[in-house]
């Protein structure tokens, strides 16, 4: 029977409605862009007298990731200086505030106000919801839960997208309603989430010296500066520009090698996706066993393996495979960031740096359309998976060399 998870030492116990609640934020967060991708045609048909409807309405599903990018440092900070708690609860109501709101008006401009409010309020969760779970579990215990978080994220966006997709056959005014499911959470968000006490929290052993046997000093001040982090967000920044070439050009591939349609790609994607989202459950004993880096360098093998198998693909099965392949990647990819961050990063400032990685993923997302368009002008569709596979497979043994050099983290 697994042993139950444990907060640190000198710190409360940690209470399974919290662990719960902050689990249930993450879950609404990850595809909170792509709940409405199916209400799009429907809303363009009916708002379409508004001159600049064609551009509007293909901004909606990426405004919440420009919101996240921009808002999320600034989500950190704000968690640092004021408590997670606080942050948790206002990006709650944000959440449901503006991704509602597009269920309330005919006004494009004021749809993409609220979809730039939404993903404030998505910043706001991912990184105190992190940190919080960072701040009350340690160890192999802190990599499970982020673990689970990563997973819970992946389950709940196949569902948003699945439920989003429903709700569009009605209206598409309907999927905009699912965003409310943050009030649902609110009420034991209030009642369960508690900040730990500043100081509650031992030095961590990357960040700080252990304290000598006996001390009651208070813990030293953080000396890992934010510059520290930037290594690590630039590995986050370049892994999704490469974990998003698949939802983004498997479409394009399968029509033009094997002649299938929208609901193929979608199926591939979505094993990807799920396949991803039980990997992450997998982080916690792996990350145990293995450094940050190496872990970083076996999603790298998963994902470029992942790529080849699709470029190469001969039948329809295979790129299921290859599909399956890349979840893997991703699912190992997302938990080992934020551990990776979190371990080094002191109490006082881990606030800013998860939200730092977090602007850093989204930027990745966003420029990864750009780059892929670019790699498919360039060598056609059917080559991209192939050149990305070979791309990750060198990227993949420079890592390798980068872990014999240096075999700490």
């Not at 939404?118 to 919080?132: N, Y």
């Not at 709700?167 to 009030?183: D, K, S, V």
């Not at 968000?189 to 010296?209: C, E, I, M, T, Y």
């Not at 892994?239 to 094997?258: E, N, T």
Request: net charge positive; charged share 10%; hydrophobic share 55%.
């Amino acid at each position: 029977m697994s042993q139950p998870l444990t907060a640190l030492p000198t710190a409360p116990r940690v209470p399974r409605g919290l662990t719960a609640t902050v689990l249930a934020s993450a879950s609404i967060t990850i595809m909170a862009g792509a709940t409405i991708s199916a209400a799009l045609p429907g809303l363009q048909r009916d708002l379409a007298t508004d001159p600049q409807a064609d551009l509007l309405v293909k901004m909606m599903l990426t405004l919440p990731a420009a919101a996240i990018a921009f808002g999320s440092t600034g989500a950190g900070w704000l968690a640092d200086r004021f408590g997670r708690r606080g942050v948790l609860l206002w990006s709650l109501v944000l959440y449901a505030l503006g991704g509602v709101s597009g269920a309330l008006t005919t006004d494009l401009w004021l749809m993409a106000a609220g979809r730039l409010v939404l993903g404030l309020g998505v910043a706001g969760l991912m990184t105190a919801g992190t940190a919080i779970l960072a701040d009350y579990y340690q160890g192999e215990a802190r990599g499970r839960m982020l673990g689970l978080q990563g997973a819970l994220m992946g389950f709940g966006g196949v569902l948003l997208l699945f439920g989003g997709g429903l709700l569009a056959e009605i209206h598409w005014r309907a999927p905009f309603y699912l965003y409310l499911a943050a009030l649902a959470i609110l009420p034991p968000a209030l009642w369960f989430v508690k900040d730990l006490p500043r100081g509650a929290l031992p030095a961590q052993a990357s960040a700080a010296a252990e304290p000598q046997a006996g001390a009651t000093a208070q813990p030293a001040a953080p000396k890992v500066p934010l510059t520290a982090f930037l290594p690590i967000y630039l590995l986050a920044l370049l892994s999704m520009i490469g974990f998003f070439v698949s939802p983004i050009q498997l479409p394009f591939f399968i029509q033009s090698r094997f002649g299938m349609g929208p609901a193929e790609a979608g199926a591939a994607v979505a094993l990807g996706t799920l396949v991803g989202s039980a990997t992450s459950l997998a982080y916690g004993p792996l990350g145990r066993r293995l450094s940050h880096k190496a872990v970083y360098c076996l999603s790298l093998l998963l994902l470029g393996l992942g790529y080849l198998v699709i470029g190469l693909a001969a039948l329809p099965a295979q790129v299921f495979v290859g599909a399956a392949f890349t979840g893997l990647g991703s699912g190992l990819a997302m938990p080992n960031f934020n551990v990776w961050v979190s371990e080094l990063a002191p109490e006082a400032i881990r606030g800013r740096a998860l939200g730092g990685l977090t602007t850093a993923v989204h930027i990745g997302q966003f420029l990864s359309p750009l780059l892929v368009a670019i790699l498919a002008t360039t060598l056609g569709p059917e080559a991209v998976f192939t050149a990305a596979g070979a791309i990750f497979a060198v990227a993949n043994l420079l890592g390798l060399g980068w872990v014999a050099l240096n075999r700490t983290a």
